[in-house]
């Protein structure tokens, strides 16, 4: 480890305004300074930073106090912090974004209920009616297959054409005019269906759609944007909802202060 100040000749050399301002602030303080530094923001402990730096054991927590008051330590780690917070400012909108995808998904996206024409909506004066007549005669051939009686086989005179999509006949004496339900699951790779998508599982009844679950999403939606305030107010902080999100996301709550705090 150099002797204090060799940095500073050293970096009195470089161009000062090609340094960022962490460096900048970095350029004002001893070789240990900047290690205290550098080993704070690794895990915000103060004297557990100080002990790394190279200070006595004995003295470390001590030390570790007076150097946080600093005001040229406070405002490299204020100014580190800060950077930090606004580069994985990208992420928390990021995850926002997400969150709000899957808020706002429509189910129907990937699995639809639908409510079609049943085969005697249309049919003539409400008989069975058939796809095509290539259905009809597989039909009527099952029954003679197993010895249906006459007056029982399938009858052509309801017509073709039939459509499950066509809208169910109000007037209908076998549906009432309800129609009859359909499922139908759409494409789930498309882009409308992906954020509410959560994977299939084939079961002995057949196989069971995930979807992602809207409410939870949307609370996250309220929590990013501060909207419960009670919660976010437990980090005792008025801060950016934003900057809290990111600092619990970082799996801490701690801020450079000039005191340190009970930290290990
Ligand atoms: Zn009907």
Redesign the pocket.
């Known amino acids: 480890m150099g002797r204090v100040g060799d940095n500073r000749t050293e970096l009195a050399r470089v161009d000062r305004e090609r340094l960022d301002p962490f460096e900048r602030a970095l350029d004002r303080l001893t070789q240990r300074e900047q290690s205290f530094v550098h080993h704070y923001l690794l895990d915000l402990s103060a004297s557990e930073a100080a002990r790394r730096a190279g200070y006595a054991e004995h003295t470390a927590r001590f030390l570790a106090s007076r150097i946080l008051r600093n005001p040229d330590v406070a405002a490299a780690i204020r100014i580190a912090m800060a950077e930090r917070a606004r580069r994985t400012q990208i992420d928390a909108d990021a995850v926002l974004c997400r969150w709000w995808a899957t808020a706002t998904a429509n189910p129907n996206d990937i699995i639809q209920h639908i409510l079609g024409?049943?085969?005697?909506?249309?049919g003539t004066d409400?008989t069975y009616q058939w796809r095509d007549r290539r259905e009809f005669r597989a039909a009527l051939a099952r029954a003679k297959a197993n010895n249906e009686p006459d007056d029982l086989l399938p009858s052509e005179e309801g017509g073709f054409s039939y459509n499950a999509l066509s809208e169910?006949?109000p007037d209908?004496?076998?549906?009432?005019?309800?129609?009859?339900s359909m499922v139908v699951v759409h494409d789930t790779s498309s882009p409308l269906a992906a954020p509410l998508y959560d994977g299939l599982k084939k079961t002995r009844d057949g196989v069971e759609f995930h979807l992602a679950d809207r409410a939870k999403a949307l609370e996250m939606v309220a929590r990013h944007l501060g909207m419960f305030n009670d919660k976010l107010k437990l980090q005792g902080d008025a801060e950016n909802p934003l900057t809290v999100l990111i600092r619990e996301l970082q799996g801490t709550s701690l801020q450079p202060v000039a005191n340190p705090t009970d930290d290990d």
């Open positions: 024409a049943c085969r005697y909506c249309h409400h169910p006949d209908c004496p076998r549906c009432d005019g309800i129609g009859e």
